[in-house]
Structures are given as structure tokens and as C-alpha cells.
């Protein structure tokens, strides 16, 4: 799946990153605690949270996530849409709630994989 399907399939909004929508993604996490997303830690994957400060950005980075999506319409500040785009890191923003969109990408054959 690419993360323009993702966008797609989510209704999402492009806040950074445009460029990179033919990116592949294999999996998925959903949260808003950074130490689980680093307990998940697979590469190409997306990470879907409501959490909006720069620690998100600096998470996905360390794990080589390769798209960000803010649940429930969440929107990050100039600042961290700077540090994304820095860092290859795409963003997008769907007004989906985190279990509505986690289960629309599953559908779709984005899986998380055991833990």
C-alpha cells in the first residue's frame, strides 16, 4: 500500500510531504504513547496517533515510519510540519477517531503484525 492510498482511503489532508505519496508502507500503529510506537518498531510503516507536539516527529524518525497521520482532526503547528519535511517525513490529518481509521486501513490489508 503507498501512502497515497492511504490518504485516500482516510479522506486525509496533505500537511506535508506531497511529494512522497508513492512512499510503500507494510504496517500500521495506532497510539498516543510514543513508548509503544517505539515498542512496535517496524519499518516503513505509518504511525496514527492524536498526540500533537515535535516528539512524534523525532519518534518516527528514530523508526524510519514513513508517514504520520493526526487522528481527529488534529493539525500540528508550522514548527513541526518544518521538522517533518526536514526529515522525508510525510504528514497527513483525517477527522477520523484513531479506531475508526486504524480499522479502515486494516481493512485494506494494512496490518500491524504481533508484537
Keep these: 500500500m503507498t501512502v497515497r492510498n492511504v490518504r485516500d482511503k482516510l479522506g486525509a489532508r496533505v500537511l506535508a510531504g506531497e511529494d512522497h ?3 510503500e508502507v507494510r504496517s500500521a500503529c495506532g497510539s498516543d504513547m510514543m513508548s509503544d510506537v517505539l515498542a512496535f518498531s517496524k519499518d516503513h510503516s505509518v504511525l ?5 507536539n515535535p ?8 523508526l524510519d515510519i514513513v508517514c504520520i497521520v493526526f487522528v481527529r482532526g488534529k493539525t500540528p503547528d508550522e514548527s513541526m510540519l518544518q ?4 526529515r522525508g517525513i510525510i504528514i497527513l490529518s483525517t477527522g477520523h477517531r484513531m479506531f475508526s481509521a486504524c ?3 486494516y481493512e485494506e490489508g494494512l496490518h500491524g503484525g504481533a508484537v
Design 21 to 23: 505519496l508513492d512512499e
Design 48 to 52: 496514527l496517533t492524536g498526540l500533537c
Design 55 to 62: 516528539q512524534v516527529i523525532r519518534t518516527a524518525e528514530m
Design 83 to 86: 521538522m517533518a519535511e526536514e
Design 103 to 105: 480499522g479502515m486501513l
